[in-house]
T-cell receptor, first 114, second 111 residues
Framework: EAGVTQFPSHSVIEKGQTVTLRCDPI?????LYWYRRVMGKEIKFLLHFVKESKQDESGMPNNRFLAERTGGTYSTLKVQPAELEDSGVYFC????????????FGPGTRLTVL | GDSVTQMEGPVTLSEEAFLTINCTYTATGYPSLFWYVQYPGEGLQLLLKATKADDKGSNKGFEATYRKETTSFHLEKGSVQVSDSAVYFC??????????FGAGTILRVKS
């Protein structure tokens, strides 16, 4: 069974540009989460989808970040326009629709904003 | 809000040494507790978990016990190997399945 995949693995962009990150969860996992780790600090929650609906987006830093999950399958996270402080590693995770279901993480996308 | 504090690294050990990585938490209620590990170039993997007080999670020789009285979940291993070199994250699960992580501890094991 394929794990959670993320694309791209690395992205280097200029301040003010737009970047879109993609996450493909494990097939059949209705829960999808985005997290971010900035500058070697804590990994912080960004948002949670249940199927195609946003269940919790309390961790989204500001309105420059837009997450979508069309059809309840893969998800995209767009940053527009990117700022220097957006640099970090963006992780995606998925889990089944059960209480306390184990979250399976992707390898992350390392975003560098210059 | 809830938070997790874990010891800063990097922690450098010789092979077969004893490992302890401290983790304490602040939370309302009694959340489930986790240790995740990230090997170089890979995503986070669940290492072990405990869902209630006094539970002991264990996997691959690693252990951690959920201590309600000290709000701690320290990770231990009796004899580390070079292959254990990785970043270790302590985490708790808030209501709504949201994970709250510590800052991570780099472990380096020398042969």
């Amino acid at each position: 069974e394929a794990g959670v995949t993320q694309f791209p693995s690395h992205s280097v962009i200029e301040k003010g540009q737009t970047v879109t990150l993609r996450c493909d969860p494990i097939s059949g996992h209705d829960n999808l989460y985005w997290y971010r780790r900035v500058m070697g600090k804590e990994i912080k929650f960004l948002l949670h989808f249940v199927k195609e609906s946003k269940q919790d987006e309390s961790g989204m830093p500001n309105n420059r970040f837009l997450a979508e999950r069309t059809g309840g399958t893969y998800s995209t996270l767009k940053v527009q326009p990117a700022e220097l402080e957006d640099s970090g590693v963006y992780f995606c995770a998925s889990s089944q629709l059960t209480t306390d279901g184990e979250q399976f993480f992707g390898p992350g996308t390392r975003l560098t904003v210059l | 809000g809830d938070s997790v504090t874990q010891m800063e690294g990097p922690v450098t050990l010789s092979e077969e040494a004893f490992l302890t990585i401290n983790c304490t938490y602040t939370a309302t209620g009694y959340p489930s507790l986790f240790w995740y590990v990230q090997y170089p170039g890979e995503g986070l993997q669940l290492l072990l978990k405990a869902t209630k007080a006094d539970d002991k999670g264990s996997n691959k020789g690693f252990e951690a016990t959920y201590r309600k009285e000290t709000t701690s979940f320290h990770l231990e291993k009796g004899s580390v190997q070079v292959s254990d070199s990785a970043v270790y994250f302590c985490a708790l699960m808030e209501y709504g399945n949201k994970l709250v992580f510590g800052a991570g501890t780099i472990l380096r094991v020398k042969s």
